[in-house]
């Protein structure tokens, strides 16, 4: 019994072992293969960027000097390369650290050396002094201070950080206000129209709202809003509104009725039952309408051009947009630079809030 | 404590009747379960009793004042959900602290009211987490202390069990009733599981697509149904029923003829609990189809002229295998007569062998 036990159990033992090698094999195999995949189709969107932010730290005016960006790209790709190497070579959690330690460590070092030289923050001139476009020019040709002029008139940077602050900001306070009140009434009431009402909320969103545009500039003419923050953020918020209302009327339809009732029979009013027990459960979907809107507002270009003229109005697209206009011939580097300027408050606020917004789906159920 | 009537309550919505006719009166401090099959207005009835849905049509007074028009934040009910509806982004404390955050109870007399219900319902080790850390139990008890620790003149539990395992589900009806009993607090239990309503309620009221059906004490609902509905929902394992035609002292099922008392007539169908149907030298002829051994008890599924009936044996062996042939009786006394086009019970009638 026993020695027959034992034969079958060596007869298993043996492909049971193959079996499992080429298990964890095929395991590797497709991890490689999936981020392999995922560089591939990230690299084109990424590496422009790296680029923006690698002219916008090394670029000197009246240069053309792309050899930087070559170096920065010949340190760049080994180390994705590596790490994407190692991440399929590693197998315990002590080997990936000390892998992607000594990976990052040399590609620090190679950075240290070939790059870190060249790298200067000239280029974000334009934060402290506003005439930026006249000392570059006159760096450019050599001429002296006061005989090139006539460029762009403009104001500072930081007040166009402002008005874009305050559109964006002002946009995402209205919608987030709006889209909740109205998304809970959609999820709750009974009404009549309310079906219509839900359909033409997505339909509303599919209009491409550039269409618009003639008919929405003689409204803020006639109401006295042209040339004024306010007119464009109010366009904003109609245009945003629809689809945050839709987002948020799902998350509200995640909230059982049975906590609104308890918290009316526990002798909270109706507001009271709102704030303190209901949209507590929305915060996610709040935060994700919030960062849209905010993002939207803050990229915001074709209506702030066509309703904004004065220069203390510029947004801070606006503000790019006439930079590339003036300076672009004489200085991309000066230009990168206000764009890292312009694209940093964005990408913080992306970081912040990813957690929140990769839970956002919708239908709006939370993970 | 309150005493809570109910009078010629009726509750739509549009053209669906939740509630109709309702017309019951809970007298202080009475533990009182509404039992009914899924969809016949139980929760409505106790939504209406909150003050979260105004009824249609009649009145609801508490202690002799019509309460109709009250809101729910008003009323000082305490309510426990099928779902608990804990606060989810709230602690343990936090939530038993919620009621008493509308009251004008100062911060420490709550914070004291809070530990005590929270010792009382076993829940005091566990103030400091959130709904989502407990199991279906413990949630089960926040709920309770919740719906207690505002000192509630009418406690509403709807179907507060039905999501816990069978033991606990005995645990939690055995220390509600003695709950209920301490607290003296009137007491509405929503359920449709009908040892539920037996085991904990003084009363039981069972209810029918939106209608009372029956009001008595689990004795009166299982020993003297009024009608069909109930005689078949109460129970387990379930009332034989058996349809026949009964005329001139005779009640004839199948073919088979029975002496018939009372005064009944027509089509008719006669009831008799598994119990009261036992083994016996001679009787009607049975063939056993099926035997389910419960334990205390067993269960046989036999095959007689009468049609195919349950009969429930003291004991857990069992004498008799499948195939076996065996004698039945019943007494008189045990069966049960409902007119089959009313569906109410013929008072005083009854039925038996013929010898
Ligand atoms: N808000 C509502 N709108 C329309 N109809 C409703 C509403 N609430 C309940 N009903 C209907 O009223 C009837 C009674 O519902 P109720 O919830 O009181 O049943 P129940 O006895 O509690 O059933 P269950 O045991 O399944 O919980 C059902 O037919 C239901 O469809
Ligand atoms: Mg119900």
Not at chain 2, 39 to 62: Q, V
């Amino acid at each position: 019994m026993e020695v027959m036990f034992g034969a079958l159990q060596d007869q298993i033992q043996k492909p049971w072992d193959r079996l499992a090698a080429r298990a964890r094999w095929m395991r590797r195999a497709k991890l490689a293969a999936m981020y392999g995949f995922l560089i591939a189709v990230s690299a084109p969107v990424l590496l422009p960027y790296f680029w923006m932010v690698t002219v916008a730290f090394s670029s000197k005016t009246g240069t053309v000097d792309t050899l930087i960006l070559w170096r920065a790209m010949a340190i760049l790709l080994p180390f994705v390369f590596g790490c994407w190497i190692w991440s399929t070579i590693g197998t315990t959690a002590r080997q990936m650290f000390f892998g992607f330690a000594a990976i990052t460590a040399v590609a620090v070092a190679a950075f240290v050396i070939l790059v870190l030289p060249d790298l200067h923050l000239g280029n974000f001139i334009f934060i402290g002094e506003r005439n930026f476009g006249d000392i570059v020019r006159e760096t450019r040709t050599g001429s002296k201070k006061g005989e090139v002029s006539g460029g762009i008139d403009f104001p500072s940077v930081w007040l166009a950080f402002a008005n874009s602050l305050y559109l964006a900001g002002g946009q995402t306070i209205i919608v987030a206000v709006i889209a909740s009140l109205a998304g809970y009434y959609l999820s709750r009431f009974e009404f009549a129209g309310r079906a219509a009402m839900l359909r033409s909320l997505l339909v509303l969103h599919a209009f491409p709202v550039l269409t618009l545009i003639v008919p929405l500039f003689l409204i803020l003419n006639f109401v006295g809003l042209l040339d004024q923050l306010l007119g464009v953020m109010l366009v904003l918020v109609g245009f945003e509104l629809p689809f945050a209302i839709f987002i948020m009327k799902g998350f509200f339809d995640a909230v059982p009725w049975e906590i609104e009732m308890s918290a009316l029979t526990d002798g909270a009013s109706r507001r009271q039952t709102f704030v303190r027990v209901v949209l507590p459960q929305v915060t996610n979907g709040l935060i994700a309408i919030s960062v849209f809107s905010f993002i939207r507002g803050w990229e915001e270009y074709i209506f702030v051009f066509t309703f904004l003229i004065d220069n203390v109005n510029w947004t801070m697209s606006l503000y790019m947009f006439f930079v590339r206009d003036d300076i672009l011939g004489i200085d991309f580097g000066l230009v990168s630079a206000v764009g890292v300027f312009y694209l940093a408050p964005s990408l913080v606020l992306y970081l912040v809030a990813q957690k929140y917004l990769a839970q956002m789906t919708i239908g709006g159920v939370k993970g | 404590m309150a005493r809570i009537e109910f009078d010629r309550i009726r509750k739509t919505w549009g053209d669906v009747v939740a509630v109709d006719a309702l017309t019951l009166t809970i007298d202080d401090g009475e533990f009182v379960s509404l039992l009914g099959p899924s969809g016949c207005g139980k929760s409505t009835t106790l939504l209406m009793l909150a003050g979260i849905y105004a009824p249609t049509e009649g009145n609801l007074r508490f202690d002799g004042q019509v309460v109709n028009d009250v809101e729910a934040r008003d009323r000082n009910v305490g309510i426990v959900f099928q779902s608990y509806a804990l606060y989810p982004h709230m602690s343990v404390r936090e939530n038993i602290l919620f009621p008493l955050r509308f009251k004008k109870v100062a911060e420490s007399e709550a914070r004291r009211r809070v530990e005590e219900v929270a010792k009382l319902v076993h829940v005091d080790e566990l103030m400091g987490r959130r709904p989502g850390q407990l199991s279906g139990g413990q949630q089960q008890r926040v709920a309770l202390a919740r719906a207690l620790v505002k000192e509630p003149q009418l406690l509403l539990l709807d179907e507060p069990l039905s999501n816990l395992d069978a033991t606990l589900r005995m645990t939690m009806r055995a220390e509600i009733k003695a709950l209920q009993a301490k607290l003296g607090v009137t007491t509405i239990l929503v359920t449709h599981d009908q040892v539920e309503a037996t085991t904990m309620a003084d009363r039981i009221v069972c209810m029918r697509a939106g209608r009372i059906e029956q009001v008595g004490t689990p004795d009166d609902l299982y020993l003297r149904p009024t009608s069909l509905f109930v005689a078949g929902f109460i129970g387990a394992p379930p009332i034989n029923l058996l349809p026949g035609e009964a005329a001139d002292g005779k009640l004839v099922i199948n073919g088979f003829a029975l002496t018939c008392e009372g005064s009944v007539a027509g089509d008719v169908t006669l009831g008799i609990r598994p119990e009261s149907v036992y083994f016996a030298d001679a009787g009607i002829r049975a063939t056993v189809d099926q035997i389910e051994p419960m334990g205390r008890e067993t269960l046989y599924r036999v095959n007689c002229p009468l049609g195919s009936i349950t009969v429930l044996e003291g004991g857990s062996t069992f004498h008799r295998r499948i195939g076996d042939v065996a004698m039945l009786r019943f007494d008189l006394g045990d069966t049960l007569v409902f007119d089959r086009r009313t569906e109410r019970l013929v008072k005083g009638a009854g039925a038996q062998l013929s010898d």
